[in-house]
């Protein structure tokens, strides 16, 4: 059965420094991977996805992930966080024999400080 | 920029009692869904629904739950008989392509329900 594993639940960041957030999936065939923010009485926002082709994932507010399937991860990462970037990160996986069913991992909260 | 909306934001019921929770999806949205958070813990795919179907639904949802969609705009969810563990987070979500092309679903910001 497929799943998905952010192994941080809290990571503290200084505004300024990079982030990066762990996600591991497990899935027998190749998955569609996506990465989801989701800001205090906010909805789930996505900020990328990956399908297929260069393993490399710009997405929006500057955030980047990276697809290895070496290592079942697909990490998310920011060079330079700033204070709105402050929320909860959700890693999620949508099977491809599925219809549009999205298995989400636990989340990871991230507090900027200043 | 088009959104998805969910009334109400926050819904107090108590154990046994029916309830609806409304959702808006964004206009030319064709595929619609249903996830819940418990509280600490994970998001979960209750439903999805396209063509006045379900198209998938997981073991959570029983034949305590129900969806429809009454007319071209509202989507919901009904629980018949309320539980102290259906109190979570509820969030619909719609997308405007077939799921297997893996488009974006947007996520609406979800409804709070909390059973007494």
């Known amino acids: 059965a497929q799943s998905v594993t952010q192994p941080d639940i809290h990571i503290t960041v200084s505004e300024g420094a990079s982030l990066e957030l762990r996600c591991n999936y497990s899935y027998g065939a190749t998955p569609y991977l996506f990465w989801y923010v989701q800001s205090p009485g906010q909805g789930l926002q996505l900020l990328l996805k990956y399908f297929s082709g260069d393993t490399l994932v710009q997405g929006i507010k500057g955030f980047e992930a990276e697809f290895k399937r070496s290592q079942s991860s697909f990490n998310l990462r920011k060079p330079s966080v700033h204070w709105s970037d402050a929320a909860e990160y959700f890693c999620?996986?949508?099977?491809?024999?599925?219809?549009?069913?999205?298995?989400f991992g636990a989340g990871t909260q991230v507090v900027v400080t200043p | 920029e088009p959104e998805v909306t969910q009334t109400p934001s926050h819904q107090v019921t108590q154990m046994g009692q029916e309830v609806i929770l409304r959702c808006v999806p964004i206009?030319?949205?064709?595929?619609f869904y249903w996830y819940r958070q418990i509280l600490g813990q994970k998001v979960e795919f209750l439903v999805s629904f396209y063509n006045n179907e379900i198209s998938e639904k997981s073991e959570i949802f029983d034949d305590q739950f129900s969806v429809e969609r009454p007319d071209g705009s509202n989507f919901t969810l009904k629980i018949r008989s309320t539980k102290l563990e259906d109190s979570a987070m509820y969030f619909c979500?719609?997308?405007?392509?077939?799921?297997?092309?893996?488009?974006?679903?947007?996520f609406g910001p979800g409804t709070r329900l909390t059973v007494l």
């Open positions: 979500a719609s997308s405007s392509s077939p799921p297997r092309s893996y488009n974006e679903q947007f």
């Open positions: 999620a996986v949508g099977a491809g024999d599925s219809w549009g069913k999205l298995q």
């Open positions: 206009s030319n949205h064709l595929y």
